[in-house]
């Protein structure tokens, strides 16, 4: 079955840039959307942006400081966030949805914490 | 943004009994086009991703007991859990899918009364 396993540091300085990368086993990358989904710890949920086939749309409330990208030979897809603060804190998640318009998030990650550190 | 607005923000129901969550967006998420709303709601347990439950408003994920059924078009929806067991205490979201940015609902915590 397929699944999604998220990874990159958990602990990232103030003002830097974070990065994660969600690698998809048992399926195909190709033929899917994938999207990021953050979760600041005790809160509700934000969706990040998706990538599909190196088309993105990002959430224009991130999308200056984000950027996603994919790698299709390794199966694996990411994401930059640029100039993080406090307010970056959250469990990051990445998920599959079939489409823009069948946006309904069918498959998770389990989830990584990302921590900024001042 | 479409905002969507879930009430209550908690609820505490007893075993066996039904439990009703509602969500509202602030516009309608109706295509006329095939008649289909674009909502979707998920479950999330501590510590564990969010669990896609119901999508196009009421079509059950395969896998989901049918005791949890969606209803509602428009604007204003409904999850409704018929005879709540216990692994369902968890907190509750719904989802817009009508347009980017994808918007959710600020979540509803499901507890035993």
Known sequence: QVQLQESGPGLVKSSETMSLTCTVSGGSISTYYWSWIRQPPGKGLEWIGYIYSGSTNYNPSLKSRVTMSVDTSKKQFSLKVSSVTAADTAVYYCARTLGELYGYFELWGRGTLVTVSS | DIVMTQSPDSLAVSLGERATINCKSSQS???NSNNKNYLAWYQQKPG???KLLIYWASTRESGVPDRFSGSGSGTDFT???????????AVYYCQQYYTTPYTFGQGTKLEIK
Request: glycine share 0%; aromatic share 6%; charged share 10%.
């Open chain 2, 29 to 31: 998420v109706l295509y």
């Open chain 2, 48 to 50: 564990q991703p969010p």
């Open chain 2, 79 to 89: 999850l409704t859990i018929s005879s709540l067991q216990a692994e369902d205490v």
